[in-house]
């Protein structure tokens, strides 16, 4: 168990929908990054959280927002849902910057667009 | 453009066999590189490379990196069953972001 808390497992929803999922990073973590992976293309970063604050962008499409909230948890909001955006997303989270930065990664949320 | 190569793509073998897996990269602002094994679901952390040359190691795994030449392998001696699972590489740059660029992996199918 990595100590990366990320909820709910599993999405099944449609097409134009709006969900959101959540990530409580491992106690003391102040960066939170979120990740998508597809089958065609692997793990794709999308954004990084530091301490409340946006830190990096990847590609990010703009119907898909995140926040970091006071106590760290985060959250990925994704809205007007196509079939192409199924996916496995995952949060991981890490202690700070620097040379020694591991990230580690929750479970994922498996979202099915339908 | 930054990018992260991993070979083979898959590899079946049986039990007791070591197999070496790749990874090259090609980045501007290296920082480490990491090697991660996926089974069911959550990247779990293997190694965090920093320094050339130097080899880590956890039990029958072990990890080594070239800055030279832009490239990392990871050893499995002895394997096992549970072994199987895609073995993913990725690089972390210098400077803002500490995002993590992945290479598609390697599925090591071990069989009895």
């Known amino acids: 168990d990595s100590g990366v808390t990320q909820t709910p497992k599993h999405l099944i929803t449609a097409t134009g929908q709006r969900v959101t999922l959540r990530c409580s990073p491992r106690?003391?973590?102040?960066?939170v990054y979120w990740y998508q992976q597809s089958l065609d293309q692997g793990l794709q970063f999308l954004i990084q959280?530091?301490?409340?604050?946006?830190?990096a962008k990847g590609n990010i499409l703009e119907r898909f927002s995140a926040q970091q909230f006071p106590d760290l948890h985060s959250e990925l909001n994704l809205s007007s849902l196509e079939l192409g955006d199924s996916a496995l997303y995952f949060c991981?989270?890490?202690?700070?910057?620097?040379?020694?930065?591991?990230?580690?990664f929750g479970a994922g949320t498996r979202l099915s667009v339908l | 453009e930054d990018k992260v190569v991993q070979s083979p793509l898959s590899l079946v073998v049986h039990e007791g066999d070591t197999v070496t897996l790749n990874c090259s990269y090609e980045?501007?602002?290296?920082?480490?590189l990491l090697w991660y094994k996926q089974e069911k679901k959550a990247p779990t952390f293997l190694f965090m490379l920093t320094s050339s040359g130097i080899e880590k190691k956890s039990g029958r795994l072990s990890s080594i990196l070239d800055k030279k030449e832009l490239f990392s392998i990871l050893n499995i001696t002895a394997t096992q069953t549970g072994d199987s699972a895609v073995y993913l590489c990725a690089y972390c740059t210098q400077g803002g972001s500490e995002k993590l660029v992945f290479g598609k992996g390697t599925k090591l199918t071990v069989n009895p």
């Open positions: 106690s003391g973590d102040l960066s």
């Open positions: 980045v501007t602002n290296f920082r480490s």
């Open positions: 959280y530091y301490n409340g604050e946006e830190r």
């Open positions: 991981a989270s890490s202690a700070s910057s620097g040379a020694e930065n591991i990230q580690y």
